[in-house]
Nanobody, 126 residues
C-alpha cells in the first residue's frame, strides 16, 4: 500500500490542524494504521493508532484528549485531528500501515510497519 500524508503546517500554540493520509490499494482495510512523529534530535515515536475496523484506538499519553484518529475504509483515508496544539507537538508526522505480523502487542513495533508516507511537517509556535 502506498501512503500520502498531507495537512501539516505552521500553527500557534492552542490551535488546530488536521492531517490526512491517503492510501492506494485494495488492502487498506486490512491494516492497523498509525501516526508516528519525529522531532528534531529525537527518536521517532508513536502518536496514535487505529485498528482495521476503526473501533479500537491507541493514543500516547502526551496527546490523549487533544488528538483524534479516524479512518474511512471506503475512501482509504486516515485522519488525525490535532487540537490544543503545543510547542512540543512540533515534529514531522508520518502515517504508516502495519503490514507485517510480529508479536502479540498492539499497535506493535515500528519494524512491523512496512509502508510509510513521506511525512508532513507540523510546527507549533509558542
Amino acid at each position: 500500500v502506498q501512503l500520502q500524508a498531507s495537512g501539516g503546517g505552521l500553527v500557534q500554540a492552542g490551535g488546530s490542524l488536521r492531517l490526512s493520509c491517503a492510501a492506494s490499494g485494495s488492502t487498506f482495510s486490512t491494516y492497523t494504521m498509525t501516526w508516528f512523529r519525529q522531532a528534531p534530535g529525537k527518536e521517532r515515536e508513536i502518536v496514535t493508532a487505529i485498528n482495521q475496523s476503526g473501533r479500537t484506538t491507541y493514543y500516547a499519553d502526551s496527546v490523549k484528549g487533544r488528538f483524534t484518529i479516524s479512518r474511512d475504509n471506503a475512501k482509504t483515508t486516515v485522519l488525525l485531528q490535532m487540537n490544543s496544539l503545543k510547542a512540543e507537538d512540533t515534529a514531522v508526522y508520518y502515517c504508516a500501515a502495519r503490514t507485517m505480523r510480529g508479536g502479540n502487542t498492539w499497535p506493535g513495533l515500528q519494524l512491523e510497519y512496512g509502508s510509510w508516507g513521506q511525512g508532513t511537517q507540523v510546527t507549533v509556535s509558542s
